[in-house]
């Protein structure tokens, strides 16, 4: 018998749907992943609440601030409850306590009014753990009206069960 | 095409890297007037405090409506949220857009309880339709005060 003799051909592999697939991989993760929650402190533990609803419109002008605390790997406080701390990035310091982060926001409300915008349209966004004690939250809210900051929020995470 | 497919796997595991799965959160969406409000109380409207009193450690001795306690725990603040249904009868009625709360925080309480007292007051999460029910948007803090020193 006689085979008609194939021809072998060293076949290439069809990498179209994989490369389209890993382009669609690419565009969910940028997507997922964003870039907007850098001010947000990881440290702090925000408290949980149902009613707290992401804005539906982004707000134009925001000011974080991150209250909070030092944790161990275990999640304890490191230090005293009664002492937490803002996280802020661009001053000389990385971390403060209330009492000395109020130059810095009569320093942020001079910015925003250099750069022709009024604090008063400026929302602080407060961002305090669960554990900081009340009074230093109404604190850091007079200290922002002092500086002529206006619009408050105060952050919690959403309870998903 | 094979140094494409490179550059688009760098890129991919790039972006698996970096994602933190971030839990989404919110505000709660109140006008604050805080400190003194301009011009005289407006003696039509029932005010609406809530007082929140603090053990030592910043836990939650006592939520109380009024001059009514309403103990502690998840059932006092499920409390509290229906009487403030009651306190301005439907989700959205109109008059309770002027109702204003007062929540008087001992300055050592967890900041946490602060919190769901204002979800409690501002209004609940429909169980039936998942929407929000609006009740109180205004909600005033009490001065702090310090402890003596």
């Known amino acids: 018998m006689k085979f008609k003799k194939t021809q072998v051909e060293n076949p290439e592999i069809d990498m179209t749907p994989m490369i389209d697939i890993v382009f669609q991989l690419i565009a969910f993760f940028t997507i997922v992943s964003n870039f907007d929650q850098t001010k947000a402190d990881e440290r702090v533990k925000l408290p949980r609440d149902p009613m707290a609803k992401p804005p539906e419109v982004k707000r134009e002008n925001e000011l974080y601030i991150n209250l909070g605390y030092v944790r ?37 409300a001079r910015l925003y009014g250099q750069e022709g915008t009024d604090p008063k349209t400026v929302t602080v966004v407060l961002r305090a753990d669960k554990e900081v004690p009340t009074g230093l939250v109404q604190e850091m809210i007079k200290f922002s009206q002092e500086a002529s900051f206006e619009r408050f929020a105060l952050m919690a995470t959403q309870k998903t069960d | 095409m094979a140094p494409m497919i490179d550059v688009v796997f760098q890129l991919l595991i790039f972006f698996m890297l970096t994602l933190k799965i971030i839990e989404p959160e919110g505000d709660f969406n109140i006008n604050m007037p805080i400190g003194q409000s ?48 009651r306190q301005i009868g439907e989700p959205g009625n109109p008059q309770a857009k002027d109702t204003e709360a007062t929540i008087d925080a001992d300055y050592g309480l967890n900041y946490e309880y602060v919190i769901r007292a204002v979800g409690a007051v501002t209004g609940r999460v429909n169980p039936e339709t998942k929407q929000i029910d609006r009740y109180i948007e205004k909600v005033k803090f009490a001065p702090p005060k310090p402890p003596a020193t």
């Open chain 1, 72 to 108: 161990n790997k275990s999640g304890e406080i490191v230090g005293s409850r009664s002492q937490p701390y803002v996280f802020y990035q661009g001053g000389d310091k990385e971390k403060y306590t209330v009492v000395e982060f109020k130059p810095i926001l009569h320093q942020e």
């Open chain 2, 38 to 85: 301009g011009g005289p109380p407006d003696m039509s409207i029932t005010p609406i405090e809530v007082q929140l009193i603090a053990n030592e450690d910043g836990t939650l001795r006592s939520l109380n409506f009024g001059t009514r306690s309403l103990g502690t725990g998840d059932a006092a603040f499920q409390a509290l949220n229906e009487e403030i249904l």
